[in-house]
Antibody
Framework: QVQLVQSGAEVKRPGASVKVSCKAS????????IHWVRQAPGQGLEWMGW????????DFAPKFHGRLTMTRDTSTSTVYMQLGWLKSDDTAVYYC??????????????WGQGTLVTVSS | SYVLTQPPSVSVAPGKTARITCGGD??????VHWYQQRSGQAPVLVIY???SRPSGIPDRFSGSSSGNTATLTISGVEAGDEADYYC??????????FGTGTKVTVL
């Protein structure tokens, strides 16, 4: 069965960066885009961007341009999300989610368990 | 960016019908997906492509979309349906938008 397993909780200082991993299993890793979505405490879901695990291409929501990076390691079926220049309002649970296909109209059909990132001085 | 507006909360008695709306400009010509998020858990897909149900989702869940409003309907509401619900749309300009979210309370 499809599984996305994320790395554990992180605590970071303002200005630092965080790198969260998402290990995929149960399907062909290069066959589906992976999205990252975050949720601040008590708030709604916010789409951050996607990565194409096949070619490594990415696209991000405009508000994250310049401080968001997504990479992948096909040998371990893992994608990584790195967010830099952290601020207190980056405190959130970060989710990876598998696209049913290659982005666009297809849904996000499986989600990781979430990783809490706390930014605090 | 594309804005999707949902009512903050909907309250419904057990066995009754809950309707959750998602308002957006010409949403009827876009593709809408719906997610259920129980407290402390990751979102779960409950409706995709406006009206299709993934395997394992009860047929009490249904969806529709027309004009400027998409609707998720939960018939015969059960206590286990208490959760937050979000719509998701790809706005065709490269980006995705989630609705503001609706908290469903079962009375």
């Amino acid at each position: 069965q499809v599984q996305l397993v994320q790395s554990g909780a992180e605590v970071k200082r303002p200005g630092a960066s965080v790198k969260v991993s998402c290990k995929a299993s149960g399907y062909t890793f290069t066959g589906n885009y992976i999205h990252w979505v975050r949720q601040a405490p008590g708030q709604g879901l916010e789409w951050m961007g996607w990565i194409n695990p096949n070619r490594g291409g990415t696209d991000f929501a405009p508000k994250f341009h310049g401080r968001l990076t997504m990479t992948r390691d096909t040998s371990t079926s893992t994608v990584y999300m790195q967010l830099g220049w952290l601020k207190s309002d980056d405190t959130a649970v970060y989710y990876c989610a598998r696209d049913q296909g290659y982005g666009g109209r297809t849904p996000f059909d499986h989600w990781g368990q979430g990783t809490l990132v706390t930014v605090s001085s | 960016s594309y804005v999707l507006t949902q009512p903050p909360s909907v309250s419904v008695a057990p066995g009754k019908t809950a309707r959750i709306t998602c308002g957006g400009d010409n949403i009827g010509i876009k593709t809408v997906h719906w997610y259920q998020q129980r407290s402390g858990q990751a979102p779960v897909l409950v409706i995709y492509y406006d009206r299709s149900r993934p395997s394992g989702i009860p047929d009490r869940f249904s969806g529709s979309s027309s004009g400027n409003t998409a609707t998720l309907t939960i018939s015969g509401v059960e206590a286990g349906d208490e959760a937050d619900y979000y719509c998701l749309v790809w706005d065709s300009s490269r980006y995705y938008a989630f609705g503001t979210g609706t908290k469903v309370t079962v009375l």
